[in-house]
């Protein structure tokens, strides 16, 4: 079992940056996919970036391809976190955003899609003023 929680999110001006937080527990961590999606209001939730787990201590990052270059996923298998880096902020990407987990199987694909998750975090509101 794993829990998530994020942190790190707020209010920026467009063109800020902010950087997301997600705290796991569990064991094996460094063995799960982790990504970040994103929901604003009266939207679907949206894929925005992952890490797969390609065994040892590789990592592979896939974007969303309106994202590429401005955000940035990492992680830090010491303090069992992972990161979202997000910079030159626009008004829309406003949402609230969730960290999530799968258990990885060094496959080549990247999971973007929601329902591929099986571990969610409960969001951290990021509000981008005009």
């Known amino acids: 079992q794993v829990q998530l929680v994020e942190s790190g999110g707020g209010l920026v001006q467009a063109g800020g940056s902010l950087r997301l937080s997600c705290a796991a527990s569990g064991r094996d961590f460094r063995m799960y996919d982790t990504g970040w999606f994103r929901q604003a209001p009266g939207k679907e939730r949206e894929f925005v970036a992952t890490?797969?787990?390609?065994?040892?201590?590789?990592?592979?990052?896939y974007y969303a391809d309106s994202l590429k270059g401005r955000f940035t996923i990492s992680r830090d298998n010491a303090k069992n976190t992972v990161y979202l880096q997000m910079n030159s902020l626009k008004s829309e990407d406003t949402a609230i955003y969730f960290c999530?987990?799968?258990?990885?199987?060094?496959?080549?694909?990247?999971?973007?899609?929601?329902?591929?998750?099986?571990?969610w975090g409960q969001g951290t509101q990021v509000t981008v003023s005009s």
């Open positions: 890490l797969r787990w390609s065994g040892g201590s590789t990592y592979y990052a």
């Open positions: 999530a987990a799968r258990r990885g199987d060094t496959a080549s694909s990247y999971y973007t899609g929601p329902q591929e998750y099986d571990y």
